[in-house]
């Protein structure tokens, strides 16, 4: 062989390598460029999770506060605070929806029980003061 046909048959064989890795790399970049894809979906997914958690978190708290049993207690339960009076207007007497003022609601006679021994449960016997 002459030395230009070694010369050729070098420079195929150096484009045939060199189309093989440059082959490799594409694949080895699609699949990078995929993962970081993944990544990037799995982190905001990450960060809507924490923000349900930290809204659960809040909503917790806020079941577990004295607030919460107050408005319960006064809402649900039909008590009042200390020093406060119970105004229950008979349905008769109640103005029309459309008036635009506020329609008192009629107070329930018994609680409900399971309501009932939630909130002594939840006060740990905060509902003294009600009642």
Known sequence: MSANALKALALVLAL?????????????????????????????????????????????DYYRSDAYLEVAARENLGLVGPGEKLVVVPAEDR???????????SVPAEPEGNLWARLIALAGGALDGFR
């Open 16 to 60: 045939g390598v060199n189309l093989y890795l440059l082959g490799r790399i594409s694949a080895q970049t699609t699949q990078y460029l995929r993962y970081r894809q993944e990544a990037m979906a799995l982190r905001g997914e990450i960060a809507r999770l924490e923000a349900v958690y930290q809204a659960r978190l809040r909503q917790r």
């Open 95 to 105: 103005p029309a929806a459309s008036t635009g003022l506020a329609v008192a609601t």
